[in-house]
């Protein structure tokens, strides 16, 4: 198991005014071949964020998930998606993040091949549309904590197994795509029987064995799709455990304004952006039109993103056009979640207004 022996450094201050400068751990992570001095920051951008140890290791299976999800957006989302998720069951005050450092880019290949249907080269169309390759990805991230005799070891892990909503195949090389419909019932069945399989080998790493494992199921968005999918179940499973209990529902989606799904599930939140967008219309001849999409958990708006892609020529343009849209925001959105505009011109960004949940006003930068 991997260990590391943990040092406080002590707390220096700034003889002049006084300032304490923020206190860092000096820490010696060691394993089989060599010993590495690395630093866990003191600072959180906030409690809602994990410390994490430098200098920073990536993936074991680094790249792996670019290859394997055709839509960026999805990778993103289940990279933050995870992590959001591992804050119910690994508290970042208690425990700093470590990207995965057990499972290797050629285990989760492996595991990808083995644990989708087999079908033959040649076969028919109907023979893919019956055995469609539901798992595209494995993600891993380990969860570190710190031990009373002052050592930091691995206490947790969480891995999100990313699924097809939709299976897109050939029947021979160069010839025509197609695509088939996978319901969230069958893809749901499927993830329980990949997770069990890949629990149970978990548990044979040397280090793991005993510690606790949160399981999250990824349903992936279509690959054209602007907004990504969203994780749509989860389970923890004890440690010392191989056995995956009941499924937790996880009630979370990304939503497209304006689109039809948005206006049927989200109405109040859909017309917003549209009237948003129809009072930049009448003002800038310009503005063609704008991208949003809403985060939900539960039902209710977490946060809102809306880019305005439109062309400028000055930046006096730029700065009346943020000026105009940041009244808008004053005057039209509500202040319960987090609000980000990104105002864009040939896919360069222009400025920047964001606003936290519970703020009274929105924050604005304009690039230059």
């Known amino acids: 198991m991997k260990k590391i022996s943990a040092v406080l450094l002590c707390t220096l201050l700034f003889i002049t005014g006084c300032v304490q400068t923020p206190t860092e751990e000096e820490v010696l992570q060691n394993d089989d071949t060599e010993q590495e001095t690395s630093i866990v920051p003191s600072y959180q951008l906030s409690d809602e964020n994990y410390k994490m140890i430098l200098p920073y290791k990536t993936s074991q299976a680094r790249g792996v998930i670019v290859n394997q999800l055709a839509n960026r957006v999805d990778i993103d989302e289940m990279e933050q998606g995870l992590q959001r998720l591992s804050k119910d069951v690994f508290d970042p005050n208690d425990f700093y993040f470590q990207e995965g450092q057990y499972l290797t880019s050629g285990r989760i290949y492996e595991w990808i091949d083995g644990l989708n249907p087999q079908v033959e080269t040649g076969s028919d169309e109907?023979?893919?549309?019956?055995?469609?390759?539901?798992?595209?990805?494995?993600?891993?991230?380990?969860?570190?904590?710190?031990?009373?005799?002052?050592?930091?070891?691995?206490?947790?892990?969480?891995?999100?197994?990313?699924?097809?909503?939709?299976?897109?195949?050939?029947?021979?090389?160069?010839?025509?795509?197609?695509?088939?419909?996978?319901?969230?019932?069958?893809?749901?069945?499927?993830?329980?029987?990949?997770?069990?399989?890949?629990?149970?080998?978990?548990?044979?790493?040397?280090?793991?064995?005993?510690?606790?494992?949160?399981?999250?199921?990824?349903?992936?968005?279509?690959?054209?799709?602007?907004?990504?999918?969203?994780?749509?179940?989860?389970?923890?499973v004890s440690g010392g455990s191989n056995s995956i209990g009941d499924w937790e529902d996880v009630d979370e989606e990304n939503i497209l304004f304006p689109s039809a799904e948005g206006r049927e599930k989200y109405y109040d939140d859909h017309e917003i952006v549209t009237s948003f967008g129809n009072e930049i219309a009448e003002f800038f001849p310009n503005y063609v039109g704008l991208i949003g999409e809403g985060f939900y958990v539960d039902g209710e708006l977490q946060k809102l993103t809306i880019e305005v892609p439109i062309e400028f020529y000055g930046k006096a343009e730029v700065i009346g056009f943020t000026q105009y849209a940041y009244g808008l925001v004053q005057d039209m959105f509500s202040n319960y979640y987090d609000l980000e505009i990104n105002i864009t011109s040939s896919n360069q960004a222009e400025s920047l207004i964001y606003r936290n949940a519970g703020d009274e006003s929105p924050t604005v930068h304009i690039f230059h």
């Open 126 to 236: 109907d023979t893919y549309r019956d055995n469609p390759r539901y798992l595209s990805h494995i993600l891993e991230q380990n969860y570190l904590k710190q031990n009373d005799d002052g050592t930091v070891q691995i206490a947790g892990m969480s891995i999100g197994i990313a699924l097809k909503s939709v299976y897109r195949f050939q029947t021979e090389i160069g010839g025509p795509y197609y695509y088939e419909n996978i319901s969230e019932e069958d893809m749901l069945e499927q993830g329980n029987r990949i997770a069990e399989a890949v629990v149970e080998e978990i548990r044979q790493e040397e280090g793991l064995s005993e510690i606790p494992i949160m399981v999250a199921l990824y349903r992936e968005a279509e690959q054209a799709s602007p907004v990504p999918g969203s994780f749509v179940a989860k389970a923890n």
